[in-house]
């Protein structure tokens, strides 16, 4: 079991930047693909970036809304995952989830572990 714990979320200004982070426990985050969702109010939840685990293709994925703006980066000897997000706009405000899987990265929602989310509101 890996749980993970979402952190760095709050209200930011348009043009702004924020780095959100994922603390995981309970096993190594080296060997899971991780990936980073947003959810808005009233949609469905959505890919924003993924990490592959060093055991698969070791490749990161953006969403094309987010490119150049947004970079998934991991610290495997703190077992933490971090989003640095830059230039932020308003339709980047969305509830961030952390997840991880076994396997190859994919931009479904089907990951194994989730963590609770953290808040992101980008004002305009």
């Known amino acids: 079991q890996v749980q993970l714990v979402e952190s760095g979320g709050t209200l930011v200004q348009t043009g702004g930047s924020l780095r959100l982070s994922c603390a995981a426990s309970?096993?190594?985050?080296?060997?899971?693909?991780v990936g980073w969702f947003r959810q808005a109010p009233g949609k469905e939840r959505e890919f924003v970036a993924g990490?592959?685990?060093?055991?698969?293709?070791?490749?990161?994925y953006y969403a094309d809304s987010v490119k150049g703006r947004i970079t998934i980066s991991r610290d495997n000897a703190k077992n933490m995952v971090y989003l640095q997000m830059n230039s932020l706009k308003p339709e980047d405000t969305a509830i961030y989830y952390c997840?991880?899987?076994?396997?190859?990265?994919?931009?479904?929602?089907?990951?194994?572990?989730w963590g609770q989310g953290t808040q992101v509101t980008v004002s305009s």
């Open positions: 997840a991880a899987r076994v396997g190859s990265l994919v931009t479904g929602i089907r990951y194994d572990y």
């Open positions: 309970g096993r190594t985050l080296a060997s899971y693909t």
């Open positions: 990490d592959s685990s060093s055991s698969s293709s070791g490749r990161t």
